[in-house]
């Protein structure tokens, strides 16, 4: 008989970690930095309007230099202050909520030239703080997936980058795993039909994407982070990646957002050993996007055949 080896000497495969929303205030960025540090987390995605980015764009440069993770652009069309005047976007100064940006966007009726422009001016804003071009760039809100923005992003990337340099979230998950994991299913089910779009957009232009995706609740606390994170874990897809949104609350950011203690509540757990735990438990262990194969490994290469019977597990 085949012996299986020890659980800790199995291979594991990659996944991206990915905490959100650094740079929204400076509780949430020295959370993250810490957890990069600490080898929790692989890829955070920044707040370039906000201004605690420039504050703590040098913390992070650091932090990577010393613990590699990826750095992306999360693209904030939504809630805050914008970069560029915005017109027929902002309201008041402000981009707008996700209940105005939708409709719209679902109509077609999103003002193009203005998310251009602040497209543009994020990622100046990530280039002018980073000195580099961004790993990867993903939307505040899943923003990116919405048609009149995901084209944009498309037409920009391949515009301003070589052709592949820089990565893309893609949000789409089987609508089998949506119903199987039974978190926040109506969020679920409506960013993977919006992701559909994106996804078949960044296929036709060659642009790299990871191939599974997870992540969303709806921040409640009615089940423990650990046992969401769980399921989030389990049937990852052959180039996963999950995104998370730790911080410790402050001033700065009770003022902005609307997002508080649930940021702690992921850390905590983040920061513990449960969460190695949990990871080691699926297989997985945190890497970066260039990690991945180009092409996604076959189901077959993902789970091997049980060499004591044959069968797929």
């Not at 993250?32 to 040098?58: E, F, H, N, Q, V």
């Not at 707008?96 to 939708?102: H, Q, R």
Request: proline fraction near 9%; charged fraction near 20%.
């Amino acid at each position: 008989m085949n012996e299986q080896p020890p659980a800790d000497r199995r291979p594991t495969r990659p996944i991206i970690v990915c905490a959100d929303d650094y740079g929204i205030a400076p509780g949430v960025s020295a959370a993250i930095a810490g957890l990069i540090a600490a080898g929790r987390l692989s890829a955070t995605s920044c707040m370039t309007p906000l201004p605690d980015w420039k504050r703590r764009a040098g913390l992070l440069r650091e932090t990577v230099a010393a613990h590699p993770a990826d750095v992306g652009l999360h693209l904030t069309l939504t809630d805050h202050v914008p970069l560029t005047a915005a017109v027929g976007l902002a309201q008041a100064g402000r981009l707008p909520a996700m209940g105005w940006l939708l409709p719209r966007a679902l109509a077609r009726a999103l003002p193009w030239q203005a998310i251009r422009d602040e497209l543009r001016a994020q990622l100046d804003a990530f280039e002018d703080a980073w000195n580099a071009a961004p790993d990867y760039v993903d939307g505040h809100q899943h923003a990116h997936v919405l048609p009149g923005i995901r084209e944009a992003l498309v037409e920009e990337l391949l515009r301003r980058y070589p052709s592949g340099s820089v990565w893309v979230r893609d949000c789409r998950e089987p609508l089998a795993r949506c119903v199987r994991r039974r978190t926040a299913l109506p969020k679920a089910l409506l960013i993977s039909s919006l992701g559909l779009g994106l996804h078949r957009l960044l296929r036709r232009h060659g642009l790299p994407a990871n191939d599974g995706f997870a992540g969303l609740h709806d921040f409640s606390g009615r089940v423990p982070f650990r046992t969401l994170m769980q399921s989030f874990l389990a049937g990852s897809g052959p180039r996963p990646l999950v995104h998370v949104h730790p911080g410790r609350v402050d001033d700065e950011l009770r003022a902005c957002d609307v997002l508080t203690t649930p940021r702690e509540t992921e850390l905590a757990y983040l920061a513990s050993p449960a969460f190695a735990e949990d990871l080691a438990a699926a297989g997985l262990h945190p890497a970066r996007f260039t990690d991945f194969p180009r092409q996604a490994p076959t189901i077959s290469q993902i789970n091997p055949p049980d060499a004591s019977n044959g069968s797929i597990r």
